[in-house]
């Protein structure tokens, strides 16, 4: 008889392959998702760029002067901030991760930039989106990813939160959603004691430093943790941990919320007026018709009930959008008694969180009609539905943006202007009464008292956005002939008296030729520099350069179009040392005229420069979304059964 040798008959044994770590799982569980979530990345990223384009301000706005200025940075640069300052209340909030990050990247830039903020909140709220696309499509089935893509998309790019888009500071609301999402993930769809529920938590609890209403995401693992109960009753001993610590959790964010007495007006006073901005806030994007909540959620309410009924095991999708659908009710709720006063219409900040009710609305139909449509009596009623649903809110939408195009970014474009103009005068003035006579909307901080002290400040005064900096100091080399006058220039609209330029229109009109050259100016403290330039610069005869005085380089100002009778900005990079600022006009029909430079930070430089090309990084998304199409559809096109399952 032969021995059986140590080796099977296929060959010798082969040592089993390690498991692959967490992150390389979930690096391949990215494999197949990489198209579409990139296309959806850029394309918001994109979308939110353009808007910044047209209508962000680095000027600080409102919130900001106290928020981050006189209870961050002064204390900072006044060297006695403490921990204490970035948990110290924000009206109702404690805004701790929003005032770290932005003293990080006021450090890292050197200067406080409002639109720098808007360009990486645009960065942040595009990947958390992309983020929780990925995850959906994880739970759903990737198969599904079109329908998960259309919403998200859809979220992203139009303009109804533009408040949030449009202020650096509102980096909070993003925050919540991180936050929440990921607590919900965690405490909601995993075994309680388990790593990836313990990342539930700690989320929850970073969920409480973000906006005041952080503690619902905990609310909600709870409502969903019991509508498992109800499904299978005999679970209730596995939750038992997740209900203790979101209790604790919430009693935590109750204590947190502080009590603003100004605000008080600002809340509903009445059950009528509750209820009356409950259903505005769930009517979603119809947020002015009266009655439309309800049947805005009938997709996540037939979901809920579907999932209730069915035998099988929980599905995590099902869980992962009821958890969500059920945040935004209570985020729904807590909006209306907060800033429900009247039953008034929600404010565009809050957008951000209610568009989840199309989200969830949209990924319920999914699911309703790929999982559950066999359990309905009579289908082509349903799809009808559903149809009329999908039409309506699509309706809503296209009114709801027509809105903020039309009234609310025109009225803020406006706005802007004014702040921008009266900060500059009293920055060149040093006198209030810059801002007397003016609406709050048109101040950029209500308060003037605070606002002229906060302005008034070195410290502050030292990292204010190019904008509204001081410039640097420009005056004139006696030596040179007298072609550049004073504020010598054509406009279309006539400078204030505050501001300065020097410029070769005259009462010669263009005619005049000549040069200007300045005397030394001292560096720069930032690497970059701005300077307003109007006129006919970039035709032949008009120059303007900056030529350091050791070693004799030249940089030259260039624009990109010619600026007619308006100022256009141009940036340069600084030179190293002292410099001086050469003019000349050899065109006898072309003039030329510019102010002084004002510094400017390396982070804002690259943030005006990636807001200056949107339209590619909105191409780049459009493209790799044709791809993935044509690679999903039309190269190996998908098999798709009504009411086929989907991967867990």
Known sequence: MSTISNHSVNGPDIAAEPPPSRFAAAILSLRGHWGWLTSLFLIGLGAKLGLIHRFGTPLPFWDQWDGEGIDVYLPYFQQHLSWANFFEPHNEHRIVFTRLYDLALLLLNGQWDNQLQMVVNAFIHSGAIAGFGWLMARLMGKQYWPWIWLPLALALVLPFAWENTLSGFQSAFYFLLIASGVTLWGMGLHEAGSSRWRLGVYAAVAALFTVASGFLASVAVVGLTLVECLKQPRT?????????????????????????????????????????????????????????????????????????????KSPRAERMILGIGLWVVLQAGATAYARGGGGELPGWRYMDSFCFIMITGCLSLVLLLTRYCERFWRVEFWCVGFGIWAFIGLTGLWWLNAQVWKISLPEREHYHNVQLETTRAFMATDDPHAFQDKQPLELPFPYVEQLVAGLRTPE???????????????????????????????????DPPTERSWGSYSAQGASACGSLESAPVQPSTLPYLEIAVAGDLGEPGLSLELIELASGKATPVRLSALPGQQWLNAYVRAPAGPFKIVARDASETGWLAFKAPREMGRLSYWAMQLVDVWRYVTAAGLACLLCTMWVRFVRRPPVLALGGSARQ
Request: overall charge positive; some cysteine.
């Open 236 to 312: 209730w001993r596995r939750h038992r941990l997740t209900w203790g610590g979101c209790c604790i959790v919430t009693i935590s964010g109750l204590l947190l919320k502080t009590d603003v007495a100004r605000h008080h007006q600002l809340q509903a006073h009445s059950p009528g007026e509750f209820l009356a901005a409950l259903d505005h806030n769930l009517a979603w994007p119809w947020i002015s018709v009266a009655g439309y909540a309800v049947f805005n959620l009938m997709p996540l309410v037939l979901l809920g009930w579907m999932y209730v009924r069915a035998e099988e």
């Open 460 to 494: 502050i005064r030292g990292i204010l956005p190019a904008c509204v900096r001081d410039a640097l100091p420009v005056a004139r080399n006696e030596t040179g002939d007298h072609a550049f006058i004073p504020n010598g220039c054509l406009l279309t609209k006539t």
